[in-house]
């Protein structure tokens, strides 16, 4: 056999099975052996808890970024190398808002803070008028306990207004506090309302600020503060009593409903209008800088390669107590749960979480550079800030370094190895949240890739249903992306006892899982980045939830 056409077989060959025949990348390269070797370095305690702003975490950064080097990697974060500075701003808030509420003839506006609160972060100036008002009751989805004001209504372009502040009877009081305090962005971010009003929340009022005391900032921010937000609000009885003036239900009526947790009716408010004066001034009082690295493999196709598959995790953790031990065998202030008989140990190494991730995501930069490449670019990016609210991947979305439209999906990976509440009954099971949300096709790939393991793992969607109390959707990085309509998938073996605990450490990590679930996320990537067009966006929503397994 000539020399060139064994070339033309083994790209033939690569082109089919991924990784089969280059020892030093692909699949088969994701080993338990390096995984451990990596995260063992990552979550000793001499990085400290790798908690955003410390040495720990500019250790970690080292550490990624030396690896990358040597596997051929192309840098894609600030002015040609790894890593991309983010910019964490402290921000004081002005606020001169104000809506008009026009009911009939009638019309009266009630200013910020009389009537109506507006979130702090309330983006852009700008004026806007809803013409349809939508009454949702309760506002609330849970399939789980049967209940639902909101399946299969349309809420586009519309301000929803909701009530009650313990939910309705027919949802358990746990289950109802994870949806209550959510029902505003679901219903802007989720269903595309163009605002939301709820009922206001009886808030302690913050302490005054003692003279020559640095100001108290308003909000924490990576974003943008020129976007566009849909306000979600909160207004009083007076409020309520004169949008409800035309109605044919009573607000008295409707709150004492509400307070009961009696059911609630759901309706348009005809003839009303509301006009929104979104009008904030913002003084940034603090910048902190923290960083992201940013990598990128180029893929084969001369059109494709302007496209990415990004795949990412977040590589801080919540680092080390500052306080020393009391005579009580307490410390004065930790960053997260301390574990019984291992108070001593001060140092939170987060392996799982999200070592981890920081691992895998390392095993797949080595494995896509050293064999077989895609056709589309893939994109890897390790977080910072995450444990501070998404701090590194809000940034990166809001101020990408590869076009934001041109990513086609999503792969976060955040604590995948170990078993969920520590049962060996886990041992084979992956929690996925978000996959069907935007892209039903992503979710299917990601099936199919499953299949074609030669152990498939049991897929199980339980933490994707809508009324999962944990709410997971909002709380790593992938929703960063999915809030600018990426479709995401976010991979997890699940919550355990040593979740955020000065006992998340390497010698609980179950490596072969780990591996396995790494080369899941491979074979998803690799689909990806051979796919001729980008994973169809529909929008259908979450639909895979508790009791679906695949
Ligand atoms: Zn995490």
Known sequence: M????????????????????????????????????????????E???????????????????????????????????FLQTVRVRSVKTTSRSSVTVQVGKESRTFKEGDGITFPRFIGAKRSFTTTRVEFAGYGVDAPGARYSDLAGKDYKGAAV?????????????????????????????????????????????????????????????????????SPSVTANDAFFQFLFSRASFRYD????????????????????????????????????????????????????????VAVGAHYDHVGY???????DQ???????????????????????????????????????????????????????????????????????TVPITKIVAQLNIDMIGRNRDDKASEANTLYLVGSDRISTELHDINREANRGLDQPLTLDYEMNDPADPEQVYFRSDHYSYAAKGIPVIFFTTGMHQDYHANTDEVSKIEFPKLARVTQLVYETAWRLGNLDHAPARDFKGPRAGRGTRD
């Open 321 to 327: 107590a500052d306080t020393e031990l009391g005579e």
């Open 161 to 229: 207004i909701f009530l009650g502040t313990s939910g309705p009877k027919a949802i358990d009081a746990g289950l109802a506090r994870g949806l209550l305090g959510g029902r505003g962005r679901y219903l802007t971010n989720q269903m595309g309302a163009a605002a939301a009003i709820g009922p206001a929340q009886v808030t302690a009022q913050p302490a005054a600020e003692p003279n020559g005391r640095p100001v108290r900032p308003d909000f924490v921010t990576t974003q943008r503060i020129d976007q566009t937000v």
């Open 47 to 81: 990085l400290e808890g790798r908690a955003v702003y410390t040495e720990g975490l500019g250790l970690a950064a080292g550490y990624v970024q030396t690896h990358l080097q040597s596997w051929g990697l192309s840098p894609r974060g600030d002015s040609g190398g």
């Open 253 to 308: 009526d409707l709150k004492r409903r509400a307070d009961a947790g009696e059911s609630l009716p759901g309706f348009r408010l005809d003839g009303v209008t509301i006009t929104w004066n979104l009008d904030a001034d913002y003084q940034v009082i603090r910048t902190q800088l923290t960083q992201n690295i940013v990598a990128v493999l180029e893929g084969t196709d001369p059109e494709l390669k302007d496209t990415y």
């Open 2 to 45: 000539s020399g060139k056409r064994f070339v033309l077989m083994l790209a033939l060959v690569a082109s089919l099975s991924s990784g089969a025949l280059f020892a030093a990348g692909g699949r088969d390269s994701i080993t338990p052996t390096d995984l451990r070797e990596w995260l063992t370095y990552l979550a000793s305690d």
């Open 330 to 400: 307490k410390r004065p202030s930790a960053p997260g749960r301390v574990t019984v008989g291992r108070e001593s140990d001060r140092i939170w190494n987060g392996a799982d979480d999200d070592g981890s991730g920081t691992v895998a995501v390392m095993a797949l930069a080595r494995a896509f550079a050293q064999g077989p490449r895609p056709r589309r670019s893939v994109l890897f990016v390790w977080h910072a800030g995450e444990e501070r609210g998404l701090l590194g991947s809000r940034y990166f979305a809001d101020f990408p």
